[in-house]
């Protein structure tokens, strides 16, 4: 953890989203390495046990849903009050994607009857490859660029105060430490 995350406080907003990036990525690597062993397979029979590794590794992917629920309704929002709305707005919008990329690659570790085993591995491949690259490349924008900008344009700490009890209410995924 570098300087800017080890300096907060155990239980700062941005603390907190920062510990969950790094299971996140973690996560991602998970998946990559999944998807390099499932392109070796030749059959789909073969593959189950792999597929089965894939659905719980997309799973958690997908139960990060309240780390983005809490950037942009309790984070994001404060920040575009305060005038920096561009970094905020741009994580919003790749949120979007990168829930469809989310969800789509849950479906098709589960869903894979009636497509041939070269169609099921084109799509893990595509969507595994594509994942990786956009969420990590975003959690890196979140860290270096977005998360101190927030730091550094919101002083107060009572205003942190009433993010945390935001991100209270809106709750946490299922592996927030």
Not at 15 to 39: A, C, G, M, P, V
Not at 124 to 131: A, K, Q, R, T, Y
Request: with cysteine; hydrophobic share 35%.
């Amino acid at each position: 953890m570098d300087n800017f995350f080890a300096n907060l406080p155990e239980g700062h907003v941005l603390k907190t989203f920062y510990l969950e990036h790094e299971i996140i990525l973690k996560t991602l690597k998970e998946i990559s390495e999944l998807n390099d062993r499932i392109q070796n397979i030749q059959s789909i029979d073969s593959a189950v046990p792999e597929l089965k590794k894939l659905q719980y590794q997309a799973t958690r992917l997908t139960d990060s849903e309240p780390h983005h629920q809490r950037e942009e309704n309790a984070l994001f929002s404060i920040m575009i009050e305060r005038g920096m709305g561009g970094p905020p707005t741009v994580m919003t919008m790749e949120h979007v994607t990168i829930r469809e990329y989310k969800h789509k690659l849950k479906d098709i570790s589960v869903n894979y009857n009636g497509l041939s085993w070269e169609e099921v591995k084109t799509k893990i491949n595509s969507l595994s490859i594509g994942i990786c690259q956009m969420l990590g490349n975003h959690i890196q924008k979140e860290n270096t660029i977005l998360y101190p900008m927030a730091h550094q344009g919101i002083p107060e700490e009572s205003v942190w105060q009433e993010m945390r009890k935001k991100c209270d209410e809106i709750g946490y995924c299922s592996f927030t430490p």
